[in-house]
């Protein structure tokens, strides 16, 4: 059953499922049911790195770029593997190391890059340069000189990395929202991040946009952007590998750039809805249905006493 993962200000890993009843969905139980499940304790890592780090991963399971179903954490340099196994973390082999030398000043970017069985890590460092790290599902591996797959990408010239099926399926690839607003694609070829076919999709993604969703939001199984602007969200169709001149939509209104985020697929996979939490820790749950934000009024409001500040949208195997 697909959730959230919600971390308390005091530490506590609470699992919060979507329940699926008289053909309503909805975060909040129904009579007889309980939430809030105590899954981990006194979580206080310097990174939460969301994947499919677990490699048996039910035949059925349609992985995303974003979400996961175990959790690595960057803590004093390592990083450690959680598996989520009979719904929680609190299990003998959590907290394994299966990465050391990583720096919390790093950007870390989840998908399957080289196609494994597994997510894996695209690093960006201090200077730049993007390394990729594939994990076997037991450590990350070291590809020594073809580590680095790309260079150049310092915060200044590429403030925000969106990865995604930009070009094909087969590989992820990068979406750059420059400082000027522009938005760029860089193929990944699955060896390197190809700075020679990059190509640009968009203009005027300037900071009048303070907030960029991606996901399937078409369900055509490419990515579509959903930005924030001045309360709105509008719908940006990817269509043949560009943005430009398709048709915008508002699809919702009355949101606010000081809010969290969470997308997911939790109804189904391959259909993206929306959670968001307020700076009252009031949680809201949105459907995408028929081209816009469901707003399903005080019954899809999530109680306040989660008292929770991050979120990870998780499908347990």
């Given amino acids: 059953m697909p959730g959230?993962?919600?971390?308390?200000?005091?530490?506590?890993?609470?699992?919060?499922?979507?329940?699926?009843?008289?053909?309503n969905h909805s975060f909040c139980p129904p009579p007889g049911e309980e939430t809030g499940t105590l899954v981990g304790e006194d979580w206080f890592p310097d990174k939460t790195l969301s994947g499919y780090w677990t490699p048996e991963q039910s035949q059925g399971q349609k992985r995303r770029i974003g979400g996961g179903s175990s959790f690595i954490v960057l803590q004093d340099g390592m990083l450690r593997y959680f598996p989520f196994k009979d719904h929680t973390f609190l299990v003998p082999d959590a907290g394994r190391i299966v990465g050391k030398n990583f720096r919390p000043t790093l950007d870390y970017y989840v998908a399957e890059w080289t196609n494994n069985g597994t997510s894996d890590l695209l690093?960006?460092?201090?200077?730049?340069?993007?390394?990729?790290?594939?994990?076997?599902?037991?450590?990350?591996?070291?590809?020594?000189?073809?580590?680095?797959?790309?260079?150049?990408?310092?915060?200044?010239?590429?403030?925000?990395?969106?990865p995604g099926h930009w070009t094909s399926e087969n590989n992820p690839d990068l979406l750059?929202?420059?400082?000027?607003?522009?938005?760029?694609?860089?193929?990944?070829?699955g060896e390197m991040i190809c700075d020679g076919k990059k190509f640009e999709v968009a203009t005027?993604?300037?900071?009048?946009?303070?907030?960029?969703?991606?996901?399937?939001?078409?369900?055509?199984?490419?990515?579509?952007?959903?930005?924030?602007?001045h309360g709105s969200l509008i719908l940006f169709p990817y269509v043949f590998n560009s943005?430009?001149?398709?048709?915008?939509?508002?699809?919702?209104?009355?949101?606010?750039?000081?809010?969290?985020?969470?997308t997911g697929h939790w109804r189904a996979a391959g259909r993206p809805d929306l959670v968001?939490?307020?700076?009252?820790?009031?949680?809201?749950?949105?459907?995408?249905?028929?081209?816009?934000?469901?707003?399903?009024?005080?019954?899809?409001?999530?109680?306040?006493?989660?008292?929770a500040t991050h979120f990870w949208d998780f499908y347990p195997v």
Avoid at 4 to 23: M, Q, S
Avoid at 176 to 189: A, H, I, K, Q, S
Avoid at 243 to 262: E, L, R
Wanted: proline content about 6%.
């Fill in 4 to 23: 959230l993962i919600a971390r308390k200000v005091n530490g506590d890993l609470n699992w919060f499922p979507l329940f699926d009843y008289e053909n």
């Fill in 123 to 162: 690093v960006r460092d201090e200077d730049g340069d993007l390394r990729l790290h594939p994990f076997d599902g037991h450590s990350f591996i070291g590809l020594g000189k073809k580590e680095k797959i790309g260079r150049g990408f310092t915060k200044e010239f590429a403030p925000e990395i969106y």
């Fill in 176 to 189: 750059v929202r420059m400082d000027n607003g522009t938005l760029v694609v860089y193929p990944f070829d």
């Fill in 204 to 229: 005027g993604f300037g900071k009048d946009y303070s907030l960029l969703l991606v996901d399937e939001w078409l369900r055509n199984g490419s990515p579509d952007i959903i930005a924030l602007r």
């Fill in 243 to 262: 943005f430009k001149g398709n048709p915008q939509a508002t699809v919702g209104t009355g949101f606010s750039s000081d809010w969290i985020y969470t």
């Fill in 276 to 307: 968001v939490c307020d700076p009252m820790k009031r949680i809201k749950f949105y459907p995408f249905d028929g081209g816009k934000m469901v707003d399903l009024g005080p019954s899809a409001q999530i109680e306040a006493k989660w008292k």
